[in-house]
């Protein structure tokens, strides 16, 4: 079985390298048609970006997102990463800390507190993995890396995928039911790719989780990652269900109805997809391997640079919305059509 630093270092490689987005669906954010405003009556810099998420001020509706953890360089990309977060007052998330708890010698690796003192810290582990340990070892990961909120993440399209993944998925909800209970932090159930349906929205909100991490289909395609390090029938597996999932922007109206908080993760690239984001309900937009790619290329300047952008884009989509804030822009007159309309209708 391969060492789980390698596996670490196996995601990081391949995703900043390797073309892993979804082949033929979308996040279908590009099915929300906003409603110029030719007389916005106020000024360019009074557009307000900031809001808060988990009781935590943050100067934009952004969240550098889950990715990494356990190696080198995934310490080099998180410590990076989460300085510009605190110093662009932005959330950040930590990659699964499963590495962490396996290899008590890579905890280093996560530390991130040092970089980011106040900014919003999200910790990350495996529902699965949770459901075999004790709310006192999960409250310890938590503490150990100073998060604010833990992230409980459901992947079994990529574990099914995955050499060394798990196949037994039994046990999810009564696992989220308990750390909500119990867990000193807020849970904040996350997927990994695939996107969030109604139907596992609303399980979710039955159990008391009321934050959710759409992560859908769009984006990364994770189970292509795991394609691209399985072979023989796994590989086979993988070509077959690389498309597999729930499409960001639907995934993000099923989890505003049921009544979460949500994170839009998956496919996120520009300023206006995080403005169709939010003006679908989201609070918060998450980015990951665009900005870890250009970090890659050219370094923390380059990862600035394109958040100045973004930060642009989504600045001038609110003036010619006539949206002073964000939450002028989630009420903003919208137009939903296409693909989307059709998965909104099945479940409404």
């Not at 669906?25 to 000024?43: G, I, K, N, Y």
């Not at 709310?135 to 998060?147: C, H, M, Q, S, W």
């Not at 609110?318 to 309309?341: I, N, Q």
Request: charged share 25%.
């Amino acid at each position: 079985m391969t060492d789980i630093r390698q596996r670490k270092a196996d995601h990081l490689a391949i995703c900043a390298n390797e073309e892993v987005g979804f082949r033929g669906r979308t996040t279908l954010l590009e099915c929300v048609q906003l409603v110029h405003e030719s007389l916005p009556d106020f000024a360019m810099d009074e557009v307000d970006l900031s809001g808060t998420f988990l009781g935590k001020p943050l100067r934009a509706p952004l969240l550098i997102a889950a990715m990494t953890g356990g190696t080198q360089e995934a310490a080099e990309v998180n410590h990076t990463l989460a300085k510009i977060a605190e110093k662009r007052g932005y959330a950040f998330g930590l990659g699964s800390q499963r590495a962490m708890q396996r290899r008590p010698d890579t905890a280093w690796t996560y530390e991130v507190r040092k970089h980011a003192p106040s900014a919003l810290v999200l910790g990350n582990v495996g529902v699965i993995q949770a459901r075999d340990q004790t709310t006192e070892t999960l409250d310890k990961l938590v503490r150990d890396i100073g998060a604010d909120a833990l992230c409980v993440h459901m992947n079994p399209a990529m574990e099914v995928v995955q050499p060394e993944g798990d196949r037994d998925f039994r046990g999810g909800v009564e696992t989220f039911a308990r750390l909500v209970k119990e867990l000193h932090v807020p849970v904040v159930a996350k997927e990994t790719g695939n996107g969030i349906g109604f139907r596992t929205a609303r399980r979710l909100r039955d159990v008391g989780v009321t934050h959710v991490d759409v992560s859908g289909a769009g984006g990364t395609s994770w189970v292509g990652v795991e394609t691209l390090r399985a072979t023989g029938d796994a590989r086979d597996l993988g070509e077959r269900f690389w498309d597999w999932g729930v499409p960001t922007a639907a995934s993000v109206v099923y989890a505003r109805r049921a009544g979460h908080e949500v994170i839009a993760t998956g496919g996120i690239r520009t300023g206006v997809d995080v403005a169709h984001a939010i003006a679908l309900g989201a609070k918060l937009a998450g980015i990951a391997r665009p900005l870890l790619q250009a970090l890659r290329e050219g370094g923390e300047h380059a990862a600035e640079t394109y958040l100045d952008r973004v930060e642009r884009e989504l600045s001038t989509v609110m003036l010619l919305t006539g949206s002073r804030t964000l939450r002028d822009l989630e009420k903003a007159p919208k137009l939903v059509r296409g693909e989307l309309k059709d998965w909104l209708e099945l479940a409404s």
